[in-house]
């Protein structure tokens, strides 16, 4: 059980354009959702948590109007960059809450911005 | 400010050996902490984890120690296995910081046969 579904799992897009990428609960009912975002050999770093029904909450640096969150049920969250550029590739992955202190996370989506 | 400090980059062993992974944290107000083993291009996988009120906690190969006045706490795996060879990842959440989990820098372990 508590299984997270993330697409895509890899996305190639020119700079400019905006991306997608989506997080489903499959058989449990998440409101609140994370995304993290991982640098080559680095730390997964909390970006932002989704709040089902509400506005997301950004970590300090992290650009609201860049990383748009949108957690418009209790199954899905999404995450689009906007106006995505080279340096927004990276490894995005998203994470679920369940029960007291569960953790379930997506397989992550690498982005390329070409 | 980095709350969450594992300050080996790498680490190897031997096949059969002990693994000992280390996690430092500087936030008191952690009460929960998890272990996570993640491959390139993949999301983490949970291995374990303890609450602040016990010091260990043991499933199967795996042990984690809590040193809650040292604020650190360590992975053990016992024996060391080639499929052990991945990033581990250690988390701290706490009941104050709604659900959010603070990741260390991961610690890239590789077992030799």
């Known amino acids: 059980g508590a299984v997270v579904s993330q697409h895509p799992s890899r996305v190639i897009c020119k700079s400019g354009t905006s991306v997608k990428i989506e997080c489903r609960s499959l058989d449990f009912q998440a409101t609140t959702m994370f995304w993290y975002r991982q640098f080559p050999k680095k730390s997964l770093m909390l970006m932002a948590t989704?709040?089902?029904?509400?506005?997301?909450?950004?970590e300090q640096g992290v650009e609201k109007d860049k990383f748009l969150i949108n957690h418009a049920s209790l199954t899905l969250s999404t995450l689009t960059v906007t106006s995505a550029h080279p340096e927004d590739s990276s490894f995005y992955i998203c994470?679920?809450?369940?029960?007291?202190?569960?953790?379930?996370f997506g397989s992550g989506t690498r982005l390329t911005v070409v | 400010d980095q709350q969450v400090k594992q300050n080996s980059p790498s680490l190897s062993v031997q096949e059969g050996r002990i693994s000992i992974l280390n996690c430092d944290y500087t936030n008191s107000m952690f009460d929960y902490f998890l272990w996570y083993k993640k491959y390139p291009a993949e999301g983490p996988t949970f291995l374990i984890s303890i609450s602040s009120i016990k010091d260990k906690n043991e499933d199967g190969r795996f042990t984690v120690f809590l040193n809650k006045s040292a604020k650190h706490l360590s992975l053990h795996i016992v024996p060391s296995q080639p499929g052990d060879s991945a990033v581990y990842f250690c988390a701290a959440s706490g009941s104050s910081n709604t659900g959010k989990l603070i990741f260390g820098q991961g610690t890239t372990l590789q077992v030799k046969p």
């Open positions: 994470s679920a809450n369940f029960g007291n202190y569960g953790y379930t």
């Open positions: 989704s709040n089902e029904g509400s506005k997301a909450t950004y």
